[in-house]
């Protein structure tokens, strides 16, 4: 295994859409989030700020976020040693 001192030793990228504060960024997404309920009330679009603190949990910090095409967003997380 190998040992990281003070930089990021692995990362996490996340890649499609997201809620920020709860509320979808666009109407395409919403649309979405619908369509993935209707066929498992567990699925569904999340909200970054509820990814993020699961990821806290488990080490990670939030990196960066990066706007995508089609209102999608790449969320990259990071746990340094």
């Given amino acids: 295994m190998a040992r990281c001192r003070g930089v990021v030793c692995g990362l996490v990228f996340l ?3 997201f809620k920020r504060d709860g ?3 666009a109407p395409s997404n919403a649309a979405f989030d619908s ?12 909200d970054i700020e509820a990814v993020q603190e ?9 990196l960066e976020i990066a706007e995508m095409p089609a209102n999608n ?3 990259v997380f ?3 040693a």
């Fill in 15 to 17: 890649y499609g859409p």
């Fill in 73 to 75: 967003l790449t969320v």
């Fill in 23 to 25: 509320q979808h960024t």
């Fill in 35 to 46: 369509s993935l309920r209707e066929g498992n009330p567990e699925w569904g679009v999340r």
């Fill in 54 to 62: 699961l990821a806290a949990k488990a080490g990670l910090s939030l």
């Fill in 78 to 80: 990071g746990k340094t």
